[in-house]
């Protein structure tokens, strides 16, 4: 028996307020679960749950508004079912409104609470009678409080953010925040033709545009299943944004070189200095867990790579036996993932200011180690996927100061559209909004000769 797409969509919602599943888990996990499902209804659960998390606080904002109980009061189903139905009746022009309220009526029902059906009809149908007139807080009186409400940030982050960036910087980011992002992908144009690459990804109807940047550097969208295009399976293509592609650009490997990739999993920045050194030298692709290594051997079995050597290491211990080993290490460490919430929204409620304390001193205790891998001569990537500061230029400029490394500009690797005067002294910070990617930050050093 087939399945009502918002009773998957109500599991889902419940597997992550309740569980604590990552969304972008939760959601490929049920798709996959349910493959008999239409492309249309697929499309339809992917929206709601993505949106309905993406939109929290400001969804929470508007049901409290109408509501005789706060949200954070109410039975945790009933407020995903009136989280889903409000996105669908806010934020979803296709959706009947009607529909929206009788099927959160009928799933209140369904789950058992047959005597909250009559609030729950209340609350959405008098959301549904406010239209347009709904106040949101003064951007003037309280810009921290309305920024939160507007982009469904937490308001700690909207002020770290004003004291970092300022308000123009930070309008734009919590813009971009909102802004769904097509897929992109790294082509692999030494094994195959871009043409021929674009062919087959147009037969089976993706559509294919440039992104930016980067000359291999696609984004492809109208698509149902990675794993079912061709191109992904014969390994010509690899899902990576352009500010990750980066990575490889600045660090220049030369064929012939040692390197070591502390926190490699899944793989994709070892993959592409692999595809830089044509086949020579040796890339060590270390992560600390042997499901992250066997994801990293998957995708260089895929890529059909014979210079990466996938390796089970735990990147926060000692290394003797790699003591100056490599000419090239990359450490692209674990973060608070801040720079890639429009991808992964439910990242913005999971970071806390404690947890940012962790993560730095997590990344120092790694770069501690990562640091005696290097040769005299050699050179060491950081790089992270977040737009905090602190684990950022902070973490850079600690390390410089730590370390026999210097800072080493970036422009010689960079397209001109990216060099700036903080390039030009070995950093990059990459801002959704400002450019046309995720959130990244990387920065280049070089060991001192003795």
Known sequence: MTENPREIILRILTEISENGIYSHMAIRGALDRYQYL??????FIN???EGTVERMIEIDYIINCFSTVPVDRMKPVISDILRSAVYQIRFMDGVPEAAAVNEAVRLTQKRGYYNLKGFVNGVLRAIIRSGTSIPYPDEKKDPVKAYSVTYSMPEWLVRDWLETYGPIVTRRMLKADLTERPTTVR???DRISKNTIIESLEAQGVTVRKAPYLPYAYTISDYNYLPGLAAFRKGWIYPQDVSSMLVAEIAAPRKGDYVIDVCAAPGGKSLHL???MAGFGMIEARDLTEEKVQLIRDNVKRAGLINVKPMQRDALLPDPESEEKADLVICDLPC???GVIS????????VTPEKIDSLVELQRAILRNAATMVRPGGVLIYSTCTVNRRENIDNARWFA???AFEPESLDPCLPRELRQLTTSEGTLQMIPGIHDSDGFFLARFRKKRR
């Open 401 to 403: 100061k730590q370390f």
């Open 343 to 350: 991808r992964k929204s439910d990242i913005k409620y999971r």
């Open 47 to 49: 929206r709601v749950c």
């Open 187 to 189: 082509f692999k144009t």
């Open 274 to 276: 692999a595809d830089k």
């Open 38 to 43: 239409t492309k249309r209804e697929r499309a």
């Open 336 to 338: 608070s993932g801040l």
